[in-house]
């Protein structure tokens, strides 16, 4: 099977985008829903038993395919047999996980010193091992370029998923809607990805090719660092400040940082494959880059900015009174997740040229940083944590990975500042102007100061890209570019 560049790559990746994105909107939009409604049907303690448990099976399910997902996307050529053999290792490497979860369940309730664990735990496994058994079939689908297919199947799953956790959790069944669930996503997952790939394994074959083995082992290496970074902070304070104080916590990052992964994900699965086929001609690798960033920034940043800034507002709107905790957490979450956005896809960069020994190398060193401060900010609880990741993230990481990306190129560190410069430097203007608009606008209504700040920080920030000459080249080139594929 070879992976040679695909005609009108433009229209291609236009198409994908649109379809990615359309699609993505409407789970976003599901999940969004989800948060909201389950927010009045549950009870914080309910979120913070299944976020205890969360973390740990996370890091069990990084081992779900060894990486080898991903390789089958971005391999220049890969063999029936190779498939065959990637398959065998998945699935055997997915049983394993869901046994090993399984099996930990009474010491992850008798860290809690919460019996209910054991259930929660042992029901959080199977997601794994079905996940494995769709790695394939998914990785096909996204090397042939089968974007539509791929975003129709996120929709129905996580629709699925909604649709059975809000039933479950009006029918009174607490935490366990919140277990099966997800059980129900994977499954839908798991048989809308056979159905369409239509792809059949042969007999057994654990014989993997080195070159695969490799990009995988480094791949999961970073994703096994970069675990610490995403799931610590629950652990810690679901130990050291309950799980009342996780569940506000839990919903801050639901609310914030969970949609902007919901951004990058899809975008990654066009990307990835699109860029593998075009890594050898640097200068296109990075104006594509380039330009699908600038545009990423400017659809996600001010509407960050925006929330951040009316945190007491947006948390009161959507969650009511009894939430009000989660306010300055969420506040917190969005100061950091300004810049990720833009810093969360260069992994593209990495993936793509093959560099996953450095993005491994990446990985550990933001894991450590990340660690130190979850460990520090602890001493403040919920809202510490939150704040001493967004500190070190501006302080410690977004330094460090502009340099890496410059060494790796043919992205520079000047590219990868710039983006994120501009909207931040927004954002404090918005931010400036809306603390002199009058307590008449901004006080009246929740409503009104919350589209306020949404229109101050889009306004402010499509002049300032307007201005500088990088941002308005790349906003005129992609609208002229989406203009003439669209025909």
Same mark, same amino acid.
């Given at each position: 099977?070879?992976?040679?560049?695909?005609?009108?790559?433009?229209?291609?990746?236009?198409?994908?985008?649109?379809?990615?994105?359309?699609?993505?909107?409407?789970?976003?939009?599901?999940?969004?829903?989800?948060?909201?409604?389950?927010?009045?049907?549950?009870?914080?303690?309910?979120?913070?038993?299944?976020?205890?448990?969360?973390?740990?099976?996370?890091?069990?399910?990084?081992?779900?395919?060894?990486?080898?997902?991903?390789?089958?996307?971005?391999?220049?050529?890969?063999?029936?047999?190779?498939?065959?053999?990637?398959?065998?290792?998945?699935?055997?490497?997915?049983?394993?996980?869901?046994?090993?979860?399984?099996?930990?369940?009474?010491?992850?309730?008798?860290?809690?010193?919460?019996?209910?664990?054991?259930?929660?735990?042992?029901?959080?496994?199977?997601?794994?091992?079905?996940?494995?058994?769709?790695?394939?079939?998914?990785?096909?689908?996204?090397?042939?370029?089968?974007?539509?297919?791929?975003?129709?199947?996120?929709?129905?799953?996580?629709?699925?998923?909604?649709?059975?956790?809000?039933?479950?959790?009006?029918?009174?069944?607490?935490?366990?809607?919140?277990?099966?669930?997800?059980?129900?996503?994977?499954?839908?997952?798991?048989?809308?990805?056979?159905?369409?790939?239509?792809?059949?394994?042969?007999?057994?074959?654990?014989?993997?090719?080195?070159?695969?083995?490799?990009?995988?082992?480094?791949?999961?290496?970073?994703?096994?660092?970069?675990?610490?970074?995403?799931?610590?902070?629950?652990?810690?304070?679901?130990?050291?400040?309950?799980?009342?104080?996780?569940?506000?916590?839990?919903?801050?990052?639901?609310?914030?940082?969970?949609?902007?992964?919901?951004?990058?994900?899809?975008?990654?699965?066009?990307?990835?494959?699109?860029?593998?086929?075009?890594?050898?001609?640097?200068?296109?690798?990075?104006?594509?880059?380039?330009?699908?960033?600038?545009?990423?920034?400017?659809?996600?940043?001010?509407?960050?900015?925006?929330?951040?800034?009316?945190?007491?507002?947006?948390?009161?709107?959507?969650?009511?009174?009894?939430?009000?905790?989660?306010?300055?957490?969420?506040?917190?979450?969005?100061?950091?997740?300004?810049?990720?956005?833009?810093?969360?896809?260069?992994?593209?960069?990495?993936?793509?040229?093959?560099?996953?020994?450095?993005?491994?190398?990446?990985?550990?060193?933001?894991?450590?940083?990340?660690?130190?401060?979850?460990?520090?900010?602890?001493?403040?609880?919920?809202?510490? &944590?939150?704040? +001493?990741? !967004?500190?070190?993230?501006?302080?410690?990481? /977004?330094?460090? $990975? *502009?340099?890496?990306?410059? #060494?790796?190129?043919?992205?520079?560190?000047?590219?990868?500042?710039?983006?994120?410069?501009?909207?931040?430097?927004?954002?404090?203007?918005?931010?400036?102007?809306?603390?002199?608009?009058?307590?008449?606008?901004?006080?009246?209504?929740?409503?009104?100061? &919350?589209?306020? +700040?949404? !229109?101050?920080?889009?306004?402010?920030?499509? /002049?300032?890209? $307007? *201005?500088?000459?990088?941002? #308005?080249?790349?906003?005129?080139?992609?609208?002229?570019?989406?203009?003439?594929?669209?025909?």
């Amino acid at each position: 099977m070879n992976a040679n560049p695909p005609p009108q790559f433009g229209r291609v990746a236009l198409r994908g985008g649109v379809v990615t994105i359309g699609a993505q909107g409407f789970k976003m939009a599901i999940q969004f829903l989800s948060v909201i409604v389950l927010a009045r049907l549950l009870v914080p303690e309910d979120f913070g038993l299944v976020a205890s448990v969360g973390p740990i099976v996370a890091f069990v399910g990084l081992l779900q395919n060894l990486g080898l997902q991903q390789a089958v996307v971005q391999r220049k050529d890969i063999s029936t047999e190779q498939l065959n053999q990637v398959f065998w290792i998945s699935a055997l490497v997915g049983m394993g996980s869901a046994v090993v979860v399984a099996c930990l369940a009474p010491a992850i309730a008798a860290f809690y010193g919460d019996q209910r664990m054991v259930g929660i735990t042992i029901g959080s496994a199977l997601p794994l091992l079905l996940g494995s058994l769709a790695a394939v079939p998914l990785a096909l689908m996204n090397r042939h370029l089968r974007f539509g297919q791929l975003a129709l199947n996120d929709v129905i799953t996580a629709a699925a998923g909604l649709a059975t956790t809000a039933i479950a959790a009006y029918a009174g069944l607490g935490y366990w809607s919140l277990v099966i669930g997800p059980a129900v996503s994977a499954v839908v997952a798991l048989a809308a990805a056979w159905q369409v790939a239509r792809w059949t394994p042969s007999r057994p074959d654990l014989k993997v090719d080195t070159d695969i083995l490799s990009f995988g082992a480094n791949l999961t290496g970073f994703n096994l660092a970069n675990f610490f970074s995403r799931n610590l902070d629950n652990i810690l304070i679901g130990k050291y400040s309950g799980a009342i104080e996780l569940g506000y916590y839990d919903r801050a990052y639901k609310l914030l940082l969970f949609p902007l992964q919901n951004i990058n994900q899809p975008l990654t699965r066009v990307m990835v494959p699109l860029l593998s086929r075009i890594h050898e001609d640097k200068a296109r690798f990075r104006d594509i880059y380039v330009r699908t960033n600038w545009m990423l920034a400017a659809i996600t940043m001010p509407g960050i900015a925006a929330l951040t800034l009316t945190s007491d507002q947006v948390v009161g709107l959507l969650f009511g009174e009894r939430w009000t905790a989660v306010a300055p957490i969420f506040a917190w979450l969005g100061i950091a997740s300004l810049i990720q956005s833009v810093s969360s896809t260069t992994g593209w960069i990495f993936i793509c040229q093959g560099k996953t020994k450095t993005m491994f190398h990446w990985g550990i060193y933001s894991s450590l940083t990340t660690v130190a401060a979850f460990i520090i900010g602890l001493h403040w609880g919920a809202v510490g &944590v939150a704040a +001493a990741y !967004a500190i070190s993230g501006y302080v410690l990481r /977004v330094p460090v $990975l *502009a340099v890496l990306v410059h #060494r790796v190129g043919p992205v520079t560190a000047a590219d990868f500042l710039v983006m994120q410069g501009l909207f931040i430097a927004s954002s404090l203007l918005a931010w400036s102007v809306y603390r002199e608009l009058p307590a008449s606008l901004t006080g009246q209504s929740d409503l009104l100061a &919350v589209v306020l +700040a949404v !229109a101050l920080n889009y306004s402010i920030g499509l /002049v300032l890209m $307007l *201005a500088l000459g990088q941002s #308005r080249s790349a906003l005129f080139t992609t609208l002229s570019s989406a203009m003439r594929n669209a025909r």
